[in-house]
């Protein structure tokens, strides 16, 4: 399980990024053309993405190296955590601004 999750924290970290700036960028066109989108709503989708980026690249490069197969599970779950929760931003972000009924 720990070289799973290493090789996951390592190796595919720019697939995590370009997939979340690609939904990212359909929900703006979606945004855009269904529903009225304002620039703080707009702002709110590129800062919760330049968050989750950030997170990830910071856990691979700086944080990953330090941790190695004798590393404690523990130590390599909580940076999974960090990851999920940054993710968890990104996707509540998406769904409040595309999914938002118009009152």
Known sequence: MKKTLLLLLGKYRTY???GSGLSLVICIFYAYKYQSINFG???TLIISWAFFS???F???YVIAPSISEDSNIHDIISRWVLVLCSFLILVYSIINICFRQNL
């Open 58 to 60: 910071n856990v691979s």
């Open 16 to 18: 995590f990024v370009l």
């Open 41 to 43: 709503e707009l702002l």
């Open 54 to 56: 950030s997170i990830i």
